[in-house]
């Protein structure tokens, strides 16, 4: 809406993002989108214990490695 505005005033152009339809259907969207975040729970150390069992153990290869780091920082992230 925002670049619609601004090429049209740019251009001297009257800007269709003043209608009254539009004011209302961008005001409707952002209501759609307002949505409380929901936090995932925290890993459980029994969780990733059990993880890094399944991955080797303390014999943990290269490979499996960086994927137990990769899903920490993934949890971490977007927790």
Not at 6 to 17: C, F, I, K, N, V
Not at 35 to 46: C, N, Q, T
Not at 52 to 75: F, H, K, M, P, T
């Amino acid at each position: 809406m925002y670049g619609t505005r601004w090429a049209h005033l740019a251009a001297g152009e009257p800007s269709p993002t003043e209608h009254d339809i539009v004011k209302s259907t961008v005001e409707g969207c952002e209501r759609l989108l307002a949505k409380p975040i929901k936090l995932k729970d925290p890993l459980s150390v029994d969780v990733f214990t059990r993880l890094v069992e399944a991955l080797g153990g303390s014999e943990v290869g290269i490979d499996n490695l960086r994927l137990l780091v990769l899903y920490l920082v993934g949890q971490h992230t977007f927790a």
